[in-house]
């Protein structure tokens, strides 16, 4: 959900660049998240491989608040990577970035994917989940870029809705609810937003040479989408 920033090798929006200069824009910024999705894969083929996914398990399992300080570190590290990413003053800072929050990704992930391998004895979940995601990607980005429609009004529900969905998670630890099914279709549809406004915002809201930012914004939110889709299918297969 970035705006823009102030940029020294970059002057207006990129919506105001010649066509050329747009499409150049969107091809970078969808290699680089193609870049931290593959990234991400391969971490998580790491991690497994090492067997950190049951030493992860056992730390989560060790106290009902273990989640919450692990949420809590990840939207510390969150903020670093993408504080480092809109650094128009340096570009290796903006890959560190962008680094930094895969890494992060990989990690907060690996429980939930040790789960869903357990749950089926493969990984046939965790491939429906990702398929379902990058249909909805391509079908949400499409819908974003093709209407060249200005989607940044989303921003305001998106916040105040991010603000409910974490105190209703921090409501979870402390009271007796469940956050299950609809909880995982509502955020489906919360990510899915996110998608077309952060989709959106790469012609309305950045400047040619943000690409990398850019590319943070949508990996975060296509994250946020896979997270809760593996966790419906989860949800599904369970009942």
Do not use: C
Request: charged share 10%.
């Amino acid at each position: 959900m970035n705006t823009h920033i102030n940029n020294p090798y970059a002057v207006g929006m990129v919506s105001e660049s010649p066509e050329s200069a747009r499409a150049e824009f969107i091809r970078k910024t969808y290699a680089h998240l193609a870049g931290a999705v593959a990234l991400f894969v391969v971490l998580e083929w790491v991690f497994l491989r090492m067997g950190l996914g049951e030493t992860a398990l056992g730390l989560l399992g060790a106290s009902k608040y273990s989640w919450l300080m692990v949420m809590g570190a990840f939207m510390a590290i969150s903020w670093v990577a993408e504080r480092w990413a809109t650094n128009g003053s340096s570009q290796a800072m903006q890959y560190a970035g962008l680094a930094l929050y895969t890494v992060a990704e990989a990690v907060i992930f690996l429980p939930m994917i040790v789960l869903a391998m357990v749950m089926t004895q493969d990984g046939s979940l965790i491939l429906q989940a990702g398929l379902v995601t990058i249909a909805m990607v391509i079908g949400i980005s499409a819908v974003a870029l093709t209407t060249k429609k200005d989607f940044s009004f989303l921003g305001g529900f998106l916040k105040i809705g991010g603000f409910v969905v974490l105190g209703l998670i921090v409501a979870s630890f402390i009271l007796p609810i469940s956050l299950g099914l609809w909880f995982s279709a509502a955020m489906v549809i919360f990510a899915s937003g996110s998608i077309l406004y952060n989709t959106s915002n790469l012609v309305h809201r950045y400047q040619p040479g943000q690409h990398v930012a850019a590319s943070l914004s949508l990996f975060a939110s296509v994250a946020l989408l896979f997270w809760y889709v593996l966790r419906l299918l989860m949800s599904l297969n369970r009942n």
